[in-house]
Nanobody
Framework: QLQASGGGLVQAGGSLRLSCAAS????????MGWFRQTPGKEREFVAT?????SSTFYADSVKGRFTISRGNPVYLSMSSLKPEDTGVYFC??????????????????WGQGTQVTVSS
């Protein structure tokens, strides 16, 4: 089970750190990811980390501003936030390397989401 937290309201240019706590053993996890979603849109890939190598990959829109870190909890540190970063942020775990890590369909477990609102 995954529990996401840390969202809130922040002004543009500000920072937030999201947490994703996993209950139970992390045995078998292949990677962790963060996605975000706004009303009427599909869930959008934000960042991912390989559980064993700690290699990371980011969406172009957040590269250089967001950092994902491995551990329990998994963190997503966000800085220089922009209004377009607004959305519900979800953490997710995948137990296989099959498929593309930017696709939400390749993730097996999801947290409940935490709202991030960036005001201009």
């Amino acid at each position: 089970q995954l529990q996401a937290s840390g969202g809130g309201l922040v002004q543009a240019g500000g920072s937030l750190r999201l947490s994703c706590a996993a209950s139970g053993s992390s045995f078998g996890i292949y990677g962790m990811g963060w996605f975000r979603q706004t009303p009427g849109k599909e869930r959008e890939f934000v960042a991912t980390i390989h559980w064993h190598t700690s290699s990371t990959f980011y969406a172009d829109s957040v590269k250089g501003r967001f950092t994902i870190s491995r551990g329990n909890p998994v963190y997503l540190s966000m800085s220089s936030l922009k209004p377009e970063d607004t959305g519900v942020y979800f953490c997710a775990a995948r137990y296989s390397g099959r498929g593309s890590f930017i696709s939400a369909y390749t993730y097996d477990y999801w947290g409940q989401g935490t709202q991030v609102t960036v005001s201009s």
